[in-house]
C-alpha cells in the first residue's frame, strides 16, 4: 500500500516551516496554520481530479519529473528571501488546473481562511512545489509510472477529503472546482483571473441564454447556504451546542453541550499529578474520536469544574483547545464521551486562559 501523502507533506511541515511561510506570506502565524490546512488538501484533492481528466495522469507525472531531486530539502531554505518561488509554484499550479480554477482554488481558501486572496496565492505557490516534491519521491519509491502515480492520487481521495476542515469541502462543491478541473471546458475560465470576476458573475444579464448560464452561481450559494442553516438549527435527536462564559455556567445555566470560551480566574489547573482524566481520549456516541483532555479545572471549593479538550486536525495543523463543563462528561463502557460531534467541537470557541494571557 502507498505511503499516505498527506502525512509525508505534514512531516516536512514543521513549525520552524509554518513560521517560515507565516513571514514569506506577510500572515499571522495563526492564521497561517488554519490557511495551509485548508490548502494542502485543497491542492491535493484538485490534482486528483486532474488525474481522473483524460491526458490527466500524463500531464501531472511530467510535471513532477521536471522538478529538481532536492526540491524538498531546498524549498524552505530561501523562503523569505524572494517571492520568485511563490511565483513559480503558482504558475505550475495554473498549468496544472488552468488559471481559472487556480482563481476559484485561491479565493475559496482565501475565504475560507479569512485571508486575502493575495496571500492565498503566495501560500499556495510555496506549497505546491512541496506537494509536487512528496509526489514525486513517493512515485520514485514505489517504482510507479504515470498511471500508477494516478491511482495513488485518486485511492487516497477519501484520507485527503477528511483532512479538509469542517466547512471547506462545502465551499469548494459551491465553486463548482472540481467539475471545472475534470471539462476544462468552460470558455471564461482565464477571465476568473480578471479583477471584479466574481462581482461580475453575479450581475443580471440579458436573455434567457444568459439566465440559463448564470443561474448555478446563485442557486449552489443559496444551496449551500440552507445546508449550514439546517446544521445551526436545534433539532429534537441533537442537541444544539452554544458558547457559554463561565460567569454564565456558574449561575447553573449548564447544557451537557455547552462549550466555554473562557474561565473565571479562581478557577485553577489540577496540576500534573495523577488523575483519571489527563491524556485520556475522549469519545462521541457513535464512538468517534473526538480528542484528548488536556487538563481538568477545579473551582474554590477544590471540586471539577471543567474539562480542557485538545482537538486537533488531521496534518496536526490548526490544534485548539476547547473546554466543557466537567458534567459533560459521562462514561459509556470503558470509554469518556461527551454528546457532541467532531464538527460541533471544530466550529466552538477556542478556549482561552485568562491567567496564560497575563502571563
Known sequence: ?????????????????????????????????????????????????????????????????????????????????????ADRGTSMLAS?????ALGTLVATVARFAGIGEGSSRSLMGFLTPLIVGV???????????????ANMLTGQR???????????????????????IASREAPERDARQAPGYYAAITQPMRGEAATRSTWPYWVLPLLALAGVLWYLLPRESEPMATS???SELTKGVQTKSAFLSSAPDNWNSIGSGPNDYVK?????????????IKDVLVGPDTKMVAVIITVGHYLGIGDKEVAVPFSALQADGQRTVIDATKDSLQAAPTFVSHKASKQ
Open 96 to 100: 496544472l488546473l488552468g488559471s481559472g
Open 280 to 292: 485520556k481520549d475522549v469519545y462521541s456516541r457513535s464512538g468517534e474520536q473526538l480528542g484528548t
Open 135 to 149: 509526489l514525486g519521491r513517493e512515485q520514485r519509491a514505489a517504482g510507479l509510472d504515470a498511471n500508477g502515480l
Open 158 to 180: 477519501k484520507e485527503i477529503n477528511a483532512a479538509m476542515p469542517s466547512g471547506l469541502s462545502q465551499l469548494l462543491d459551491a465553486s463548482r472546482l472540481r467539475e471545472d
Open 244 to 246: 457559554k462564559s463561565a
Open 1 to 85: 500500500m502507498a505511503n499516505s501523502i498527506l502525512s509525508a507533506v505534514s512531516s516536512i511541515l514543521t513549525p520552524d516551516a509554518i513560521g517560515k511561510l507565516a513571514t514569506a506570506t506577510g500572515l499571522d502565524r495563526s492564521l497561517a496554520q488554519t490557511a495551509i490546512g485548508a490548502a494542502v488538501p485543497s491542492i491535493l484533492s484538485a490534482l486528483a481530479s486532474l488525474v481522473e481528466r483524460p491526458g490527466g495522469a500524463k500531464q501531472l507525472a511530467n510535471t513532477v519529473s521536471a522538478q529538481p531531486s532536492n526540491v524538498l530539502t531546498s524549498i524552505f531554505g530561501n523562503l523569505t528571501a524572494s517571492s520568485q518561488m
